[in-house]
């Protein structure tokens, strides 16, 4: 049972446009939700993370929305360049935990 | 310098076979976990150890045994590989245990033939 749903699986954007990565979760005691960036042979790296009691958080040129009515949050990258190129995970965790739930990941190329 | 490291990068072995792959922090971290990604790149938490007491046991196989020696290393051994076991295998550390930042290692890639 897959508790975050991420979509898509792979994209493939130009340099400067805006990929939109989605995911979905299930668990309403979810409190709190960071995306994941991860480069080939490297380990996962904190990107950006967001609290249900806002619904859309800035850093640079990464954008998180949230909507917690829809059980819905989605990473929006501006101006991608191609070292954006990597996989990136979303996740999710509750209160008293670190126990991140991580989405299947997204491919994502940026094409110069 | 490294903040999460482990030992080996890559670990080629048998199965049947029992093997330890070492992680180590230099964060001062009071935490740290083990994940393992899959061939699919699905990452799936197995433990987490704060100060050395277990907080974090996922269904794992209890061929997997993790030891904490001191709150800096978390060391994951494995016994009796299986051809199931081939993964990367990524020790993280965050400073506490409640929606904390992970900081992860560069992973150690076990294939089991």
């Known amino acids: 049972q897959q508790q975050v749903k991420q979509s898509p699986q792979s994209l493939i954007v130009q340099k400067g446009g805006i990929p939109i990565i989605n995911c979905a979760y299930e668990n309403t005691a979810f409190d709190y939700f960071p995306w994941y960036q991860q480069f080939p042979g490297k380990g996962p790296a904190l990107l950006i993370a967001i609290r249900p009691d806002v619904s859309e958080k800035k850093e640079g040129r990464f954008t998180i929305s949230f909507n917690k009515s829809a059980k819905q949050f989605s990473l929006h990258i501006m101006d991608s360049q191609p070292g954006d190129s990597a996989t990136y995970f979303c996740a999710a965790s509750r209160g008293a935990t670190n126990k991140l739930i991580f989405g299947t990941g997204t491919l994502l190329a940026v094409q110069p | 310098d490294t903040a999460v490291s482990q030992t080996p990068k890559y670990l080629v072995t048998q199965m049947g076979n029992d093997k330890s792959i070492k992680c180590e922090q230099n964060?001062?971290?009071?935490?740290m976990y083990w994940y393992k990604q899959d061939s699919k790149k699905f990452l799936k938490i197995m433990f987490s150890?704060?100060?050395?007491?277990?907080?974090i046991n996922e269904t794992v196989p209890n061929r997997f045994s993790p030891k904490s020696p001191d709150k800096a290393h978390l060391n994951l051994h494995i016994n009796s590989l299986e051809l199931g076991d081939s993964a990367v295998y990524f020790c993280a550390s965050s400073q506490g245990t409640v929606n904390e930042k992970l900081f992860f290692g560069s992973g150690t890639q076990l294939s089991v033939l």
């Open positions: 150890y704060n100060n050395k007491e277990l907080i």
């Open positions: 964060l001062g971290h009071d935490t």
